[in-house]
């Protein structure tokens, strides 16, 4: 027989793998036919074997689908889990319909003969006169400065950007205190702009379910100050955040008014401008409007964009500054000016939490007349800190409603301002008392209605707010008679009676619903448990799975001989169809069934329908599993590795109970990572070969290395202080890069390839499309995000004059965009059509037989695989800043070396391989500058890619730069099962799908166990600070992970699979 | 077509050939290195009377040494330390010198029936002047143990020590661990590659220096533990529960390594 042509093998290995296919086809044909002489049985035997093929590939697709299919019931069930806690947990306030009414005060209905404080006035009664007390001004400009943290305003006299930059109303506050007075503002958290107008207007408290429609507002449909001065007939003109306009439609003056764009954090000064521009020619028409706002976001944008301690800071804070000095000097006597804040900024200019940074803004009202008084000479000096003397947000409602003469509206908590009802001399204390006693009326009024509403009876003991407001109104009575009457004791019981309701109400909407609560942890609780039954098909089933080649062969001629296409099936195979015919089996008739119900009653309750469903759905699944005998009991882990996984993941978990434990989460990371490091590579010791011994060891304590390493990149939370050092940006109170930092991303440039590279050329799977792609490629991309963000130093820092921002941000937009399409579109597509990183070698060898050699066979699987989760990282270093993707491109690194440890030490199989995957994912969370804390969420990275808010593309940008670690963990998921996998390997699918079960168990454990503490904790000091958010951070990410796992690691399992099987046969 | 080379799947014969070699000698170094930690015989304490009574009464000075100390060391963790240095080493030295018996005096028994003629070799290379000499090894131990102390540190700050400040704490901490847990054993096996070996992956037969390595290791892990608690106390502080792991870690599992769990294994 002769050789086959030795020059084709020899030709460069092609790019696409028709070629290799075909050539490898073809290689071996030649090898079958100098085995074989008779052609006609070859070619009854090819057909055959392509029969087979296409049998064999039609079975896989079909197991893919079911297996999808069962991911996605996993998610419905985390979803209505999350979603009914959800609804029972975050707060909910009944939202009463009522409107207050002009001729109609609160005072009127509180006894049968009313006795009024003041004197009747000049249109008692009407908005001209004033509704329900003497009206002071005619109409009001508010200049709402967005996140006016209250210590801009004050002189405090050290060098920080931030300070001193804002002197005129302090000033004008101390040189006329008649004329304008300033005080600490504290908002009631959460310090969102939405939530904050709802709580400036309706002067109610807001609740926390509010924090999700942050990024498109909802209408406003309560009694509030905009509706009653609409509703008398007012006109209301808004310049500037857009976010008004979707609070109040149709409001405004639409031929005045100028709503801006509200979310691009890296333009500064458009609506400043837009504001500054449009408000001076405004001043000079007051009889076309009565109430105008402007609304100015540049402190709030600097802040979110560079911290607060920046140059561009001071730069906002003065020219702020100029424009309220100039605002106030065009002031009729007629007009009243507020300056305020609607929420402050924490040290890195960022808000959302309720930390004292965040909460303590200020008010500053100013009028060109004699209007406001002191009833202490000292209070003249406005407070050097927002600690003394502050005025709750919600005070803002009463005092401007009556000082317009408009109703205070009828959902109101808060009490009017003492410095603007007191008089010049600051002895008004009749008026004072009377404005007071008005807005504790109208509080006892909704107090009335409310409780009505809800049907619970109002306390009468001693102290109760009944009892106060009978003490209150007992002595107007007594006052009233006198002849000197003292009615600064009648002010104080009025006031201690608001203060009294108004924690009354704070702990009364801290009211959760326990049954929605218990049934959402129940159904968690029950998804967690059929997810580890089904993970726990154990260790012992791979070994069923026998990869003897000569077993596969026979298996093959036995069905080529037979025929027999869809007969043979390995042991629960149709597992996941079973299950998720019993899924739907279970939920059907139920969620039907609920929502039939929900529709026939009327009630609308169609949510209990879904949440049956799922619990009937996993019990079908947990009767589905048992029939084939998976058992709980299997879950006991018997190997150290089983219980080190165990360990890490239910302490972690359990420690969530603890407010330090979620707090210092970043470092117990760490710890476990070391831990995980050290037990490998003492254990490596066991392994016989000296080589794989020497080569654990090395790996291990690089994982160590590089975890110690990433976790010098951090942003510390508040509560860490003062044992934390933030480094993820510049300074604790910036949140720029500093210059040093811009060095990391062409760092990366220059290894990361290197190193994934180092981790191919081993198996000799620096083959195909490896070296194009993740030389040039991948390099190309990570190349483009370093000089983005040297361009945005650039910006950030003016360093280069004479470069028009525009310009620059419009070419790092650019950038931006290709180095994404690259990795996420691009990279897509090449991964999708890749050829197995192998490459083909025929060869004759000295005994004249054709020989072929297919290099980076042994590792077909993993090393294209490999391309998946690098374009993926690739996304996520550009969207998480010069740190972040420094820490992440250590964490690709830690990902190779586990896939390494995990093999030398024969652990593909045991849970631990995912589980550590998932902390890493956890770990590099905090790497990349995040925390379990709202603040933390880095909003502006959603103006990496984009000029302008867009959906669906900027909430995806931001969920890709929060969850960049989870989700790179995810996608990795795969990579751990198929690592040194070659193509012969049966049963590849079910393993992926069990590792992405044990990692999304670890997610979802996580995310009950928060879920638990959270609602155990409910009372708890640190709810909102500490528990809430840690439980929202990890329902989310479970939610992530469980699409990611569906969307990218199954999908490209699938494809990587059809790829590598059309070259080298099906072994599936 | 028989596919063998994992790397790069070949189907030359002469390829298979070597690939089957291979896999036989796969086969039959784990067994090789089986044998090699399982010939490690545990440590057996000597047994004079001086002996016998110092290996109770030690732990119990050691343990009140601690406890007496323990104010000291909360207020003052790295003068405490300090001082505490040459009291616990003068104590384990004793230990070592009384009750351990010195590396190379312990010949290992050969796990299986030995071969004619092997025993002759045997007896050969121990007569080959390398008899036991406790001086020697004490001093040696006691390099070795200084040697190791910064290993232990940069350990520490691996687990999430303070990497930059504290570094005094840390490295007294790293010591005392050493002196503690690492000294005795390396007494006992001196620098025996394979003893090593076994001890490290943690297949040595339990003894009292194993043991209380053993036990120090865990203890310490168990240390951090309360560390992030927000109890505001001041034996929280670094690394005053890292230490109480190390002592009371190291004195349980001494204790234990050396009655009930004597001579078993770990894992398998």
């Known amino acids: 027989m002769p050789p086959p042509n030795p020059t084709k093998g020899k030709a460069p290995p092609p790019l696409d793998y028709k070629p290799i296919s075909s050539q490898y086809a073809a290689a071996k044909q030649a090898k079958a036919a100098s085995e074989a002489d008779h052609d006609r049985h070859v070619t009854l035997r090819e057909r055959q074997r392509e029969a087979l093929e296409a049998a064999r590939k039609k079975s896989y697709e079909t197991r893919w689908l079911w297996t999808v299919g069962f991911w996605i019931w996993m998610l419905c069930i985390h979803l209505v889990g999350i979603a009914y806690f959800t609804s029972g947990f975050l707060l909910t306030r009944l939202i009463l319909d009522e409107k207050s009414i002009c001729d109609a005060p609160p005072t009127l209905n509180i006894s049968s003969s009313p006795i009024h404080i003041l004197p009747p006035w000049k249109g008692k009664g009407t908005v001209d006169g004033g509704c329900w007390h003497p009206k002071t001004f005619e109409r009001a400009v508010i200049v709402l400065i967005d996140a006016l943290r209250y210590d801009f305003t004050v002189p405090v006299g050290d060098d920080a950007a931030f300070h001193d930059a804002f002197p005129f109303m302090y000033d004008a506050a101390i040189r006329s205190p008649n004329n304008a007075f300033l005080r600490p503002f504290i908002a009631d958290p959460p310090t969102a702009t939405l939530q904050r107008l709802k709580g400036l207007t309706t002067g109610t408290l807001p609740t926390f379910v509010d924090v999700g429609s942050s990024f498109s507002g909802t209408a406003i449909e309560e009694d509030n100050l905009l509706m009653q001065l609409r509703d008398a007939g007012k006109r209301i003109v808004h310049l500037g955040d857009d976010t008004w306009d979707a609070l109040f439609p149709g409001y405004f003056e639409g031929n005045l008014s100028r709503p801006y764009d509200s979310f691009n954090v890296w333009d500064l000064h458009t609506v400043d401008n837009g504001v500054v521009e449009h408000i001076f020619p405004l001043m000079g028409r007051t009889s076309e409007w009565d109430l105008l706002i402007g609304h100015c976001l540049g402190v709030d944008h600097a802040g979110h964009r560079y911290g607060p301690d920046h140059p561009e800071m001071t730069k906002k804070l003065r020219q702020m500054d100029t424009f309220v000095r100039d605002l106030a000097e065009t002031i009729d006597d007629d007009t009243l000016l507020i300056v305020m804040g609607d929420h402050g900024m924490d040290s890195k200019g960022d808000h959302g939490g309720e930390s004292d940074e965040e909460i303590e803004s200020a008010v500053w009202m100013y009028s060109s007349r004699s209007v406001f008084g002191r009833t202490k000479p000292e209070f003249v000096t406005p407070p050097s800190t927002a600690k003394t003397r502050p005025v709750n947000q919600i005070d803002l409602v009463p005092t401007l409603a009556l000082l317009l003469g408009i109703p205070i509206p009828y959902n109101n908590l808060g009490r009017p301002i003492e410095e603007a009802f007191s008089g010049p001399a600051g002895n008004s204390w009749g008026n004072l008392a009377a404005a007071e006693r008005t807005a504790a009326a109208g509080l006892k009024r909704y107090q009335a209605s409310y409780f009505a509403a809800r049907n619970i009876e109002q306390a009468t003991t001693p102290g109760s707010p009944t009892d106060l407001w009978n003490q209150a109104e007992d002595l107007v009575l007594d006052t009233k008679g006198k002849n000197k009457p003292d009615w600064a004791a009648v002010y104080s019981a009025f006031a201690a009676y608001q203060q009294e309701t108004l924690q009354r109400c704070k702990s009364l909407w801290a009211r959760f619903d326990l049954k929605n609560m218990i049934l959402g942890i129940v159904i968690m609780a029950l998804g967690v448990v059929a997810l580890l039954v089904y993970v726990s098909r154990g260790e012992d089933d791979d070994d069923d799975i026998i990869d003897d080649p000569e077993l596969d062969a026979a298996e093959k001629s036995l069905q080529m001989q037979g025929f027999k296409a869809e007969g043979e099936a390995s042991p629960g195979e149709d597992l996941e169809k079973r299950m998720v015919s019993a899924a739907l089996f279970g939920a059907l008739p139920v969620l039907g069934g609920g929502l039939l119900q929900a529709y026939l009653s009327g009630v609308g309750d169609y949510h209990r329908g879904v949440g049956f469903a799922a619990l009937t759905s996993i019990a079908t699944v947990m009767v589905t599993l048992f029939e084939s005998r998976e058992t709980l009991f299997r879950l006991v882990p018997r190997t150290l590795w089983g219980w080190m996984a165990v360990v890490f993941t239910l302490s972690q978990s359990i420690g969530f109970a603890s407010n330090s434990y979620t707090i210092w989460e970043d470092s117990i990371l760490v710890f476990f990572i070391t831990t995980f490091g050290f037990v490998t590579a003492l254990f490596a010791l066991r392994l016989p070969s000296l080589a794989d011994r020497y080569l654990s060891i090395y790996h291990s304590v690089l994982f160590v290395l590089l975890g110690r390493l990433a976790s010098f990149s951090k942003l510390c939370r508040e509560e860490q202080m003062p044992y934390c050092t933030s480094t993820y940006y510049a300074s604790a109170t910036s949140s720029t890069s500093a210059p040093w930092q811009l060095a990391i991303p062409f760092l990366v440039v220059l290894i990361l390839p290197s190193i994934v590279k180092a981790y191919l050329v081993p198996t000799r799977s620096y083959e195909g499309m490896a070296p194009t792609w993740i030389s040039y490629a991948f390099r190309a991309g990570l190349f483009m995000s370093a000089v983005y963000w040297a361009l945005d130093a650039v910006g950030n820092g003016n360093w280069i004059d004479g470069i028009p921002d525009k310009l620059l941000k419009n070419f790092s937009v650019y950038t931006a965009q290709t180095v994404l399409s690259l990795a996420l579109v691009a990279g897509t597509t090449a991964f999708v059509w890749a050829p197995p990183c192998v490459s083909i070698i025929t060869s004759a060898t000295r005994a004249g037989h054709a020989q072929v050699t297919v290099l980076g066979y042994g590792n077909a699987h993993g090393a294209r695989y490999l391309l998946l989760p690098l374009n993926i990282l690739g996304a996520c270093i550009l969207l998480s800043k010069p740190m972040g993707g420094g820490a992440l491109a250590l964490m690709a690194w830690q990902i190779l070396s586990l896939a390494e440890i995990l093999d030398l030490n024969a652990l593909t199989a045991s849970p631990i391989g995912p589980v550590m995957l998932a902390v890493l994912g956890a770990f590099h969370f905090f790497t990349t500058g995040h925390q379990a804390v709202l603040s933390s969420i880095q909003w502006d990275s959603a103006f990496i890619p984009l000029f302008t808010l867009r959906y669906p593309w900027s909430p995806l940008a931001v969920a890709l730069n929060t969850f960049a670690g989870q989700i790179v963990a995810t996608t990795a998921v795969p990579l751990l099962v198929l690592w040194k996998v070659g193509p012969k390997k049966k049963g590849l699918l079910e393993r992926v799908s069990r590792a992405l079960g044990v990692l999304v168990a670890y997610y979802a454990v996580e995310a009950l166990a928060t879920m638990a503490w959270a609602g155990w904790l409910r009372r708890h000091l640190m709810l909102y600070r500490v528990f809430s958010p840690k439980f929202m951070t990890a329902a989310v990410a479970l939610l992530v992970v469980d699409i990611v796992g569906i969307v990218v690691s199954l999908a490209g399992v699938r494809c990587n699979t059809m790829a590598i099987s059309e070259v080298f046969g099906w072994a599936e | ?268």
């Not at chain 2, 047994?47 to 343990?63: K, N, Y």
């Not at chain 2, 131990?141 to 350990?155: K, N, V, Y």
Request: one cysteine or more; hydrophobic letters at 50%; a positive charge.
């Open chain 2, 1 to 268: 077509m028989p596919l063998i080379d994992p790397v790069t799947m070949s189907s030359s014969i002469a390829k298979g050939a070597v690939a089957q070699a291979q896999a036989q000698a796969q086969v039959q170094s784990p067994s090789k290195g089986k044998e090699a930690s399982w010939t490690l015989l545990p440590v057996q304490i000597k047994q004079t009377p001086a002996a016998q009574a110092a290996r109770h009464s030690l732990p119990a000075l050691l343990a009140a040494l601690f406890v007496f100390r323990f104010d000291a060391l909360v207020t003052d963790p790295v003068s405490t330390m300090i001082t505490a240095i040459p009291a616990v080493a003068a104590l384990q030295l004793g230990y070592a010198l009384v009750c351990l018996p010195v590396v190379g005096s312990q010949t290992a028994k050969p796990g299986r029936k030995p071969r004619p003629g092997e025993k002759n070799l045997k007896k050969i290379v121990n007569s080959d002047g390398t008899s036991p000499n406790a001086p020697i090894a004490t001093l040696l131990s006691l390099l070795l143990t200084l040697f190791s102390t910064p290993l232990l540190h940069a350990a520490m700050v691996l687990f999430g020590a303070p990497a930059l400040s504290h570094t005094a704490h840390t490295l007294l901490c790293a010591a005392h661990l050493a002196v503690l847990a690492l000294f005795p054993l390396f007494y006992a096996h001196g620098v025996d590659g394979a003893a090593w070996v076994a001890l490290a992956s943690f297949r040595a037969p339990l003894d009292e220096p194993f043991g209380g390595l053993a036990g120090a290791l865990v203890g310490a892990w168990l240390g951090a533990v309360p560390i992030p608690l927000d109890w505001d106390r001041e034996w929280q502080r670094w690394p005053v529960t890292i230490l109480c792991g190390i002592y009371g870690g190291y004195l349980l599992g001494r204790v234990l390594g050396g009655t009930v769990g004597f001579g078993r294994r770990l894992a398998a």
